[in-house]
Antibody, heavy 122, light 107 residues
Framework: QVQLVQSGAEVRKPGASVKVSCKAS????????MHWVRQAPGQGLEWMGL????????SYAQKFQDRVTMTRDTSTSTVYMELISLRSDDTAVYFC???????????????WGQGTMVTVSS | AIQLTQSPSSLSASVGDRVTITCRAS??????LAWYQHKPGKAPKLLIY???SLASGVPSRFSGSGSGTGFTLTISSLQPEDSATYYC?????????FGQGTRLEIK
């Protein structure tokens, strides 16, 4: 079945970086766009950006433009999201989410990973 | 960025009630709107896409309507398992944004 499996929880100190992975299975990896969304404690959902899996092109939300890097490894069907210069307000659950339709960047998110908790604390 | 405003922010209703949540966009977005159900500790679940299309496996008591700037999510007969936070999301342009969420409690 189609699924996205994310890496486990992480704890980092302020100023450090974190890299979260999202391994896809059950479908043709490069046919879709993958998004990253986060939810801070007690807050709503926040879109961070997307990566086009066929060619690696990216579009980041302006808020994260200087600190986030999204990449993919087509040999392992895995997407990565790295966030640098972490602050306490980056403490959140980070989700990968796949578009519903192939080759569609403007689409609802039909499949989600289970989420990865990232805690930033000194 | 397009802003989405949901109302109410929270509500409490009884099993069997009809519940409506509203989402208003700061500019026209055609029908590029989705609704998600989010329960604590779980991934969000797609309920409605393209404003009014029911996602696969979603019970028919859920429905969506609207276009342009005004949208609604309706639950026709509330069930205990519908307790969750509901979010609208547009995908008209980047950045994609979500509404602030509506917390639904079952009385």
């Amino acid at each position: 079945q189609v699924q996205l499996v994310q890496s486990g929880a992480e704890v980092r100190k302020p100023g450090a970086s974190v890299k979260v992975s999202c391994k896809a299975s059950g479908y043709t990896f490069t046919n879709y766009y993958m998004h990253w969304v986060r939810q801070a404690p007690g807050q709503g959902l926040e879109w961070m950006g997307l990566i086009i899996l066929s060619d690696g092109s990216i579009s980041y939300a302006q808020k994260f433009q200087d600190r986030v890097t999204m990449t993919r490894d087509t040999s392992t069907s895995t997407v990565y999201m790295e966030l640098i210069s972490l602050r306490s307000d980056d403490t959140a659950v980070y989700f990968c989410a796949r578009a519903r339709i192939p080759d569609m960047g403007y689409d609802a998110f039909g499949i989600w990973g289970q989420g990865t908790m990232v805690t930033v604390s000194s | 960025a397009i802003q989405l405003t949901q109302s109410p922010s929270s509500l409490s209703a009884s099993v069997g009630d009809r519940v409506t949540i509203t989402c208003r966009a700061s500019q026209g977005i055609s029908s590029t709107l989705a609704w998600y159900q989010h329960k604590p500790g779980k991934a969000p679940k797609l309920l409605i896409y393209d404003a009014s299309s029911l996602a696969s496996g979603v019970p028919s008591r859920f429905s969506g309507s609207g276009s342009g700037t005004g949208f609604t999510l309706t639950i026709s007969s509330l069930q205990p398992e519908d307790s969750a936070t509901y979010y609208c999301q547009h995908f008209y342009s980047y950045p994609i944004t979500f509404g602030q969420g509506t917390r639904l409690e079952i009385k």
